[in-house]
């Protein structure tokens, strides 16, 4: 790793900002997120230290949609990124690429993104499927009164509005989370994914059985 002082810093800065949150998108959800990075990473290449830390501070957005009341997108959050990286003493040539891989994370327009961006795009990916992914869904779904299952809609009904407020967990996790863990970039995470997307249509056909 390139500066194991500086990654503990932000690391400490992070778990101090995200320990109330409680969406989904707290500081384990980053430490997972980073895990699962740092292990594609020694398979597929890339910097390490940018995406280590890529990875611990993709989700400043989430905390900002918290404080605004409405979704904000990366993008418009990259000046909050940017001065906490600051204050960890980053250095300045690793700056600039830490603050493209949080601008682009969610995009999934991914051809023209560098091999950075597109290990944290599948390591976030990854903990939204399999067993974490569905936990937090479910717990998401509970908190905004969405029901489990509504058979009164086929699962893949047009009527289905993504992110927002969905018909049921199952119709989120039948045209959201599985496909996108059938979407993935790099190998590595596409056999992470294998287990992970099985588990979510075992749990659809256990609902609809």
Do not use: W
Not at 6 to 19: G, L, Q, S
Not at 30 to 55: C, E, F, P, W
Not at 106 to 114: H, L, Q, T
């Amino acid at each position: 790793m390139h500066n194991l002082k500086i990654v503990r810093k932000i690391e400490n800065k992070i778990y101090n900002m995200f320990k109330n949150e409680n969406s989904g998108h707290d500081f384990s959800h980053l430490k997972r997120v980073m895990k699962n990075a740092q292990y594609i990473q020694k398979h597929k290449g890339g910097d390490a230290y940018v995406i280590t830390i890529s990875a611990l501070v993709h989700d400043i957005h989430r905390l900002v949609s918290n404080q605004k009341g409405h979704f904000t997108k990366p993008e418009e959050c990259l000046d909050e990124v940017k001065q906490i990286l600051i204050d960890c003493n980053i250095e300045k040539e690793k700056l600039e690429q830490i603050l493209y891989v949080v601008k682009n994370h969610e995009s999934k327009d991914n051809k023209s993104f560098n091999l950075e961006t597109l290990i944290v795009q599948d390591a976030d990916t990854l903990d939204a499927i399999g067993k974490i992914g569905l936990k937090r869904c479910l717990k998401y779904c509970k908190t905004h009164n969405i029901p489990i299952s509504n058979k009164n809609y086929p699962l893949d009904s047009k009527e289905y509005i993504p992110d927002i407020n969905p018909i049921s967990a199952c119709h989120y996790i039948y045209n959201t989370m599985i496909p996108h863990g059938k979407n993935l970039y790099t190998k590595t995470a596409q056999k992470m994914a294998e287990g992970k997307v099985k588990l979510l249509e075992n749990f659809i056909a256990k609902q609809y059985k």
